[in-house]
């Protein structure tokens, strides 16, 4: 089966051959400034980067405790039931 080549307008994106020149110069100088305003600046601060380590190390310790009571309550149920 011969392969069919693209024309010029499917090259482009959809778009005609003479858009996308105009197009790209006006994205890139659109999204360049927009992204910078919307995110933030880049990375988080230091004070997040506190918060988030901060919060990581409180998850951690839950998670620890609920698995701690999870076993004992395991452990109690097989003993009313006589496993033991």
């Known amino acids: 089966m011969a392969r069919k080549d ?3 307008k499917q ?6 051959t003479t ?4 197009r790209s ?3 890139v100088a659109v999204l360049g ?5 919307t995110t933030g600046g880049g990375g988080p601060k230091v ?6 380590k901060e ?17 004992d309550k395991l452990l109690l149920k097989e003993a009313l039931e006589g496993k033991y």
């Open 33 to 37: 400034s927009r992204s910078r305003a």
């Open 11 to 16: 090259a482009a994106g959809g778009r005609g």
């Open 55 to 71: 919060l990581e190390r409180e998850n951690q310790r839950l998670k620890k405790a609920v698995s701690d009571l999870t076993r």
């Open 25 to 27: 110069a006006r994205s």
């Open 47 to 52: 004070d997040q980067a506190r918060r988030l």
């Open 6 to 8: 693209s024309t010029p």
């Open 19 to 22: 858009e996308p020149g105009r």
